[in-house]
C-alpha cells in the first residue's frame, strides 16, 4: 500500500478543475474518494485579487492512514501552497453563509434531477435547440460517496451542442452546475451527456490509450498524445494504470496539458 | 440571445433585480452589454473569464441558429 498515493491536496482555479486534477493524479474516480474544500474559490476582479479554489482529496477506506500522512506533510508543508489559516470549511457550512434558495431542495433528490432537467431545457430552449432532456442520479459504485447527476439530451441533429473538442458541450455543462449548484446551496457533481456522447468518447479514449501504449512498447518511444482535459486525461491513466509496459504521465499546462506514455525499461 | 444570458446571470448573481443586459443589432452582427451590480461581478466573469467565456460559447450556438455573429460584454458598475 505504500507507493498507492491515498490523499492529494490540490489548488486549482475552481472546485471543480481541482477535484478532477486530483482524481487525475490519484487515478482514482469520483466514487472512490471523499472531498473536503479547503479554500473556497474567491472570485477577483479580471483576474485580480481572486483566490484559487484547494481542495484535499482522500481515498475512501484510508482514513487511518491518512492521519499520519497528514500530520506529516503538516510538518513539512511541502504541498500546501498557500498558508492554512483558515481552518478547513465542510461544503454546506460554507453554502449555507450564501443566499438560501427560495424554496430549500438540497434534500431531495428528485426535485434536484427535475430541477437539473429544467434548467437544462430552459438553456437550451433560449438556444433555440428543440430537444429532451432526462436527469436522474447515477448510484455510487461506493455507498460512501455521492452519486452523479447525469443529464441526458436527446434529440436530432445536436451535433452543434458538442462543439470542438467539447467545447460547448463543457461550457453548457459548466453553465448548469453552477446555476444547480447555486440553487441547491452544495456541491453536486453534474454531468451533461448529449446523445451518449461522453461514453463514446470515453471508449474511444480508452482504446486510443491502448493503442498508444502498444506503439510505445513496439518502438520504446515516448508516445505525447493531443491536449485533453483533465476528466479526459484521467480516463487514459486509469486504463493504462495496470499495463506492464507502460507509465503515463500528463506534461504542460492547461489547456494545453497533454498525457505523455512511456515505455517501462527493462 | 438576450434572454439566455438574462437567464444565466440571474441564476449566478445575488441580486438578480440589478441584471440589465442590452442588446443593439448592426447588421448581421449583434452587440450584448451585460451589467450587474458590482458585487456580484465575479460571478458572471469567473475565475479567469471560465463564467463570461462559457456564456459566450452557448451564445455562438444560438447565433448560429439565426445566422449572425455575437458578441458580449461584461460592463463595469
Same mark, same amino acid.
Given at each position: ?40 474559490? !474567491?472570485?477577483?476582479?479580471?483576474? *485580480? =485579487?481572486? %483566490?484559487?479554489? &484547494? ?6 477506506? @484510508? ?92 434529440? !436530432?441533429?445536436?451535433?452543434?451542442? *458538442? =462543439?470542438? %473538442?467539447?467545447? &460547448? ?6 453553465? @448548469? ?90 | ?77
Amino acid at each position: 500500500m505504500a507507493d498507492v498515493k491515498n490523499v492529494v491536496e490540490i489548488t486549482a482555479q475552481t472546485v471543480e478543475q481541482a477535484i478532477d486534477e486530483g482524481l487525475e493524479a490519484l487515478g482514482l474516480t469520483r466514487t472512490q474518494v471523499q472531498v473536503e474544500i479547503l479554500e473556497h474559490p !474567491r472570485p477577483g476582479f479580471l483576474g *485580480i =485579487g481572486g %483566490r484559487d479554489a &484547494t481542495v484535499r482529496i482522500i481515498r475512501i477506506g @484510508a482514513e487511518a492512514e491518512i492521519a499520519a500522512e497528514a500530520e506529516a506533510k503538516a510538518a513539512s508543508q511541502k504541498k500546501v501552497e498557500a498558508p492554512q489559516a483558515e481552518p478547513a470549511q465542510p461544503v454546506t457550512q460554507q453554502a449555507a453563509a450564501a443566499e438560501l434558495p427560495a424554496e430549500d431542495i438540497s434534500n431531495d433528490k428528485d426535485a434536484i434531477a427535475r430541477y437539473a432537467a429544467t434548467v437544462v431545457e430552459e438553456l437550451l430552449e433560449k438556444m433555440r435547440i428543440s430537444a429532451e432532456v432526462k436527469a436522474h442520479f447515477i448510484d455510487p459504485e461506493d455507498d460512501m460517496d455521492e452519486e452523479i447527476l447525469w443529464v441526458d439530451i436527446e434529440g !436530432r441533429d445536436l451535433s452543434i451542442l *458538442i =462543439g470542438r %473538442r467539447s467545447e &460547448t458541450l463543457n461550457a453548457l455543462q459548466y453553465i @448548469a452546475s453552477l446555476i444547480v449548484n447555486k440553487q441547491v446551496g452544495r456541491l453536486i457533481p453534474l454531468m451533461v451527456d448529449v446523445q451518449g456522447y461522453r461514453q463514446r468518447r470515453e471508449q474511444q479514449i480508452r482504446q486510443l490509450a491502448l493503442r498508444m501504449a502498444d506503439q510505445a512498447v513496439k518502438t520504446g518511444r515516448r508516445q505525447v498524445l493531443e491536449p485533453m482535459s483533465a476528466s479526459e486525461r484521467r480516463i487514459i491513466h486509469l486504463a493504462l494504470r495496470s499495463h506492464e509496459g507502460v507509465t503515463t504521465e500528463s506534461v504542460g499546462e492547461a489547456p494545453n496539458r497533454k498525457v505523455t506514455i512511456l515505455p517501462k525499461r527493462k | 440571445m438576450k434572454s439566455l444570458i438574462e437567464y444565466i446571470a440571474c441564476s449566478l448573481v445575488d441580486q438578480p433585480d440589478k441584471v440589465d443586459v442590452k442588446q443593439q443589432r448592426n447588421g448581421n452582427r449583434i452587440r450584448l452589454e451585460l451589467r450587474v451590480d458590482k458585487d456580484d461581478m465575479g460571478r458572471v466573469i469567473g475565475k479567469s473569464g471560465r463564467v463570461a467565456n462559457s456564456m459566450r460559447i452557448l451564445l455562438r450556438v444560438a447565433a448560429a441558429r439565426e445566422g449572425k455573429q455575437v458578441t458580449l460584454y461584461v460592463i463595469e458598475p
